[in-house]
């Protein structure tokens, strides 16, 4: 089983819909949940992290965890073309100055 | 700020040649540089952690003597793959880490795209 699961998509949704991205993990020694974006060819950018369940907000984006349900979402609101990327959830066991294990990313597509 | 850069951006070689992918922090000094592997459409897999001045820890089933890393100063870091062949070919990408930074964020490069022939 791997630590980090993730849908890989490809998920296709019409621009101003709302997405919503998972990932559910498997140690719950992790204290560390990030979002990544990755367009092709590129390195990954981070979009948001946090430390506790719950939620947090940052514009147009919303992160969540649920660390009982070892569970963790991305939900994207009034999505745009360029959010057209492949989405990558992350998490370590304390800090991004250690070990980061990714899930496998899920590709997502915004119609016009 | 933070910006990390790779050079090359992609390379071909021939099988059972060395190559060399450098890694620097263009405004900030990297304690911790990171090498990740990445292939089609798969995840990212860390290969080997470097701190400066110090051996890289390779990640079970790196082999170190094929990876070579060196992270000589606090903005420099490189990875040569030492007698590639096919199934090196793939996407690296490496991270540096800014402990002292406004965020609690590894910084990754643009990536090298290694083809062996």
């Known amino acids: 089983q791997k630590e980090v699961e993730q849908d890989p998509g490809p998920l296709s949704v019409p621009e101003g819909a709302i997405v919503s991205l998972n990932c559910t993990y498997s140690n719950s020694a992790f204290q560390y949940f990030m979002w990544y974006r990755q367009y092709s060819r590129k390195g990954p950018e981070l979009l948001m992290y946090t430390y506790s369940s719950g939620n947090k907000e940052d514009g147009r984006f919303t992160a969540q965890v649920d660390k009982s349900s070892k569970y963790i979402s991305l939900f994207i609101r009034d999505s745009q073309p360029s959010d057209s990327a492949t989405y990558l959830c992350?998490?370590?066991?304390?800090?991004?100055?250690?070990?980061?294990?990714f899930g496998s990313g899920t590709r997502l597509s915004i119609r016009p | 700020g933070a910006v990390v850069s790779q050079h090359p951006s992609r390379v071909i070689c021939k099988s059972g040649t060395s190559v060399k992918i450098e890694c620097r922090s263009l405004d900030f000094q990297a304690t911790t540089m990171f090498w990740y592997r990445q292939f089609p459409k798969q995840s990212l897999m860390l290969m080997a952690t470097?701190?400066?001045?110090?051996?890289?820890?390779?990640e079970q089933g790196v082999e170190k003597d094929k990876f070579l890393i060196n992270h000589a100063s606090l903005t420099l870091s490189t990875l040569t793959v030492t007698s590639a062949h096919p199934e090196d070919s793939s996407f690296y990408i490496c991270?540096?880490?800014?402990?002292?930074?406004?965020?609690?964020?590894?910084?990754f490069g643009p990536g090298t795209r290694l083809t062996v022939t």
């Open positions: 470097s701190n400066e001045g110090s051996k890289a820890t390779y």
């Open positions: 992350a998490m370590s066991w304390y800090s991004s100055a250690s070990k980061i294990i």
């Open positions: 991270s540096a880490y800014w402990d002292a930074g406004p965020k609690d964020e590894q910084y």
